[in-house]
């Protein structure tokens, strides 16, 4: 059984970096938990920081992700988010992974999950690079990069080569771009 993953509003709401985690969690490479208000946080945000996005297309994502991922949602949270010792503001994303069973907690706010808050329910906490970056080091890089490959077949809007599509995405997670850009490289130059 893959590992449980925790993804906080702020790895979800850059639009390529959620596509990227969500498309590892639907070709199982781990199992992905979230909570209301995490998909509430970063509907908010997008919303907030993309004025002529219709609220429409931020409720069909979220009914969107919801459907992919069925078990993704963890609720009853609400009464643990008290005896949370992290950062006040993020107290329900510990919360949300204590009771969801998260291995790890993605996020780009780490220092707001001190190890003394997460330790004793053994959640660990990485940045999006640090995530991606150890599920390249421990699965099969063929695998995920075929995984951005028939991503990248995908996109229309714009279209983008896999290699443009992991320069995107390197702009955000820089050490597992470079990896996932030289595996991708290496392959073109048939090494």
């Not at 509907?43 to 993704?72: G, I, Q, Y």
């Not at 421990?138 to 279209?159: M, Q, R």
């Amino acid at each position: 059984m893959a590992f449980v993953a925790l993804l906080d509003a702020n790895v979800l709401y850059p639009a390529y970096l959620r596509d990227a985690l969500l498309r590892l969690a639907e070709v199982e490479v781990y199992q992905v938990r979230w909570s209301r208000r995490i998909l509430d946080e970063m509907s908010r945000n997008v919303l907030k920081n993309n004025p002529v996005l219709p609220e429409e297309s931020m409720e069909r994502l979220v009914r969107t992700m919801e459907r992919a991922f069925p078990d993704a949602m963890v609720t009853g949270h609400e009464t643990l988010i008290p005896s949370m010792t992290n950062d006040l503001k993020d107290r329900h994303v510990l919360a949300a992974a204590v009771l969801g069973r998260a291995d790890v907690i993605v996020t780009s706010n780490v220092r707001d999950f001190p190890p003394g808050a997460c330790d004793p329910y053994d959640v660990d906490v990485q940045t999006p690079d640090e995530f991606l970056s150890y599920q390249w080091e421990i699965g099969d890089p063929d695998f995920l990069l075929g995984v951005f490959e028939e991503w990248a077949s995908h996109l229309k809007n714009p279209p983008l080569t896999l290699e443009e599509l992991l320069e995107k995405l390197a702009r955000m997670v820089p050490n597992f771009g470079e990896l996932a850009l030289g595996a991708a490289r290496e392959r073109t130059s048939g090494r």
